[in-house]
């Protein structure tokens, strides 16, 4: 059974948990700056191994619980410390590690709307993903509820990729990502979403 947000309000939250999503809490988060205003959205893509989906290393790696020797890709990321407030699995399951009033670790050298150091003031989604590949329908469908549920939350009004916020160094979620889609979705202005994401997109799952 899967765990898909409802736009229900502030009543659909607990804090910053979501009662609709699965919590599985990380300890890798921090305290966000004071006076911080939580308005942007930065999504992502992950699979570990990469490229395989369905198991339970990512929910793993972002509770340090990842055995780094059970694939010969994890010891290029041992030791790695890092979350993100949401994780949407393939079938539009969601999970929430951090709270999202705190600071996740998601974000890396960074900059977006003239402020560097995104991890201060936004929220991470991780879609299950390959960069470059396709994302199922029930995924976007999850997201656009979850970004929904945010903006009741959070006065959200920027939404971009890991890949517009790190430009060179990430490039995820990739050219497979739909940001039209999700821009129908949410029925948000041209204004939210990065620019280059307005012209056509890829196609939809």
């Given at each position: 059974?899967?765990?898909?947000?409802?736009?229900?309000?502030?009543?659909?939250?607990?804090?910053g948990?979501?009662r609709?999503?699965?919590?599985?809490?990380?300890?890798?988060?921090?305290?966000?700056?004071?006076?911080?205003?939580?308005?942007?959205?930065?999504?992502?893509?992950?699979?570990l191994?990469?490229g395989?989906?369905?198991?339970?290393?990512?929910?793993?790696?972002?509770?340090?619980?990842?055995?780094?020797?059970?694939?010969?890709?994890?010891g290029?990321?041992?030791?790695?410390?890092?979350s993100?407030?949401?994780?949407?699995?393939?079938d539009?399951?969601?999970?929430?590690?951090?709270?999202?009033?705190?600071r996740?670790?998601?974000?890396?050298?960074?900059?977006?709307?003239?402020?560097?150091?995104?991890?201060?003031?936004?929220?991470?989604?991780?879609?299950?993903?390959?960069?470059?590949?396709?994302?199922?329908?029930?995924?976007?469908?999850?997201?656009?509820?979850?970004?929904?549920?945010?903006?009741?939350?959070?006065?959200?009004?920027?939404?971009?990729?890991?890949?517009?916020?790190?430009?060179?160094?990430?490039?995820?979620?990739?050219?497979?990502?739909?940001?039209?889609?999700?821009?129908?979705?949410?029925?948000?202005?041209?204004?939210?979403?990065?620019?280059?994401?307005?012209?056509?997109?890829a196609?939809?799952?």
């Open positions: 059974m899967t765990s898909r947000p409802e736009p229900a309000g502030l009543a659909a939250w607990n804090g948990w979501l609709a999503a699965r919590h599985c809490p990380s300890p890798n988060f921090g305290p966000r700056p004071e006076g911080t205003v939580i308005d942007l959205i930065v999504i992502h893509s992950i699979s191994p990469p395989v989906y369905g198991g339970p290393e990512v929910e793993q790696l972002f509770t340090n619980r990842l055995d780094w020797d059970a694939h010969p890709y994890f290029e990321i041992r030791g790695m410390e890092v993100s407030h949401f994780f949407v699995r393939r539009g399951e969601l999970v929430q590690f951090v709270d999202t009033d705190a996740a670790w998601h974000a890396g050298a960074s900059c977006w709307r003239g402020r560097d150091n995104c991890n201060d003031d936004s929220i991470g989604i991780e879609l299950e993903g390959l960069e470059g590949e396709r994302f199922e329908a029930a995924q976007y469908d999850t997201l656009t509820r979850l970004c929904n549920a945010l903006a009741q939350r959070h006065p959200v009004v920027h939404i971009a990729g890991h890949e517009h916020i790190a430009p060179g160094r990430k490039q995820d979620p990739g050219p497979g990502f739909d940001w039209p889609r999700l821009q129908a979705g949410l029925g948000w202005h041209d204004a939210c979403f990065p620019q280059d994401t307005l012209r056509g997109g196609a939809s799952a």
